[in-house]
């Protein structure tokens, strides 16, 4: 999240060629996928001692997934 805020955020793009921050935004949008699926198959392979655990990354997973949506402007769906 820090490099999102240091180069994404609304004032600090602005300050860097577009096509970096449009590469930076698609690595974060990979990201978000790749760690969604990654959660899904956890989900499949947890244990009952490890579902409160797992609903901890899911909001925490929720929580960043929110954070980008609104600094890249755009609304993620997974």
Do not use: R
């Amino acid at each position: 999240m820090a490099y999102a805020q240091a180069f994404l955020t609304k004032e600090k793009k602005m300050m860097f060629p577009l096509e970096k921050t449009d590469t930076l935004k698609s690595i974060f949008k990979d990201f978000v996928y790749v760690c969604s699926d990654a959660l899904e198959l956890n989900g499949t392979l947890i244990t009952t001692e490890q579902k409160e655990y797992h609903e901890s990354l899911a909001a925490g997973f929720q929580d960043i997934v929110d954070k980008l949506s609104e600094m890249l402007e755009e609304k993620f769906y997974i």
